[in-house]
Nanobody, 114 residues
Framework: QVQLVESGGGLVQAGGSLRLSCAAS????????MGWYRQAPGKQRELVASITSGGSTNYADSVKGRFTISRDNAKNTVYLQMNSLNPEDTAVYYC????????WGQGTQVTVSS
């Protein structure tokens, strides 16, 4: 059974930082492309950042220079370091694992107050 379990969300003031973690089980983690998506109320889910099995990264323009995605294959975990947060970053953040199949976590709420 595949599980992606996010943690690290919460309430933070504008300008602050949070680090999200996603622990994966039930998949061969190292061969999957891992990603973070977010969905704000009334908006579509959007890609925030992704990292391939080879370590190549991709970021949404809105987070470039502020967010960093990384992975630890030994721990089957992907991280999202979020700095200089602003209220527009408020959303539910979802972990994603994709190769042939596509898996999602349950999401973690990030709220940035002004």
């Amino acid at each position: 059974q595949v599980q992606l379990v996010e943690s690290g969300g919460g309430l933070v003031q504008a300008g602050g930082s949070l680090r999200l973690s996603c622990a994966a089980s039930g998949i061969i983690f190292r061969i999957y492309t891992m990603g973070w998506y977010r969905q704000a109320p009334g908006k579509q889910r959007e890609l925030v950042a992704s990292i391939t099995s080879g370590g190549s990264t991709n970021y949404a323009d809105s987070v470039k220079g502020r967010f960093t995605i990384s992975r630890d294959n030994a721990k089957n975990t992907v991280y999202l370091q979020m700095n200089s947060l602003n209220p527009e970053d408020t959303a539910v953040y979802y972990c994603n694992a994709v190769r042939v199949h596509n898996y999602w976590g349950q999401g973690t709420q990030v709220t940035v107050s002004s």
